[in-house]
Nanobody, 127 residues
Framework: QVQLAESGGGLVQAGGSLRLSCAAS????????MAWFRQAPGKEREFTAA????????TYADSIKGRFTISRNSAKTAVYLQMNSLKFEDTAIYYC????????????????????WGQGTQVTVSS
């Protein structure tokens, strides 16, 4: 079983930047797509960004396209989310997730399709 642990959240002013990290441990030799989801108070968890095992496919939600960048290290033990030009509406708990059933090719966007989850990290953007 893979364990995921997020870090890097915090309080930032609108227009600022944060870099989230997600460290993976456990059966990391198994290929899997990594994604970031977020959940704002009173709202459902929503897809933010994802990257396949070899980085061949990357996709972003329209709401963060052009502002956020997802990446993963060469050892496949961590995934990052660089968040620039943050807005108040980016305030949420950010979760990283792993999808071992679709490590290549098509990226899935629904939380139920992801088997592994971190505990989340809070991002608060002040207006």
């Amino acid at each position: 079983q893979v364990q995921l642990a997020e870090s890097g959240g915090g309080l930032v002013q609108a227009g600022g930047s944060l870099r989230l990290s997600c460290a993976a441990s456990g059966l990391t030799f198994r290929p899997y797509t990594m994604a970031w989801f977020r959940q704002a108070p009173g709202k459902e968890r929503e897809f933010t960004a994802a990257i396949t095992w070899n980085g061949g496919s990357i996709t972003y939600a329209d709401s963060i396209k052009g502002r956020f960048t997802i990446s993963r290290n060469s050892a496949k033990t961590a995934v990052y989310l660089q968040m620039n030009s943050l807005k108040f509406e980016d305030t949420a708990i950010y979760y990283c997730a792993g999808d071992p059933d679709r490590p290549f090719g098509s990226i899935r966007y629904t939380p139920r399709d992801y088997d592994w989850w971190g505990q989340g990290t809070q991002v608060t953007v002040s207006s």
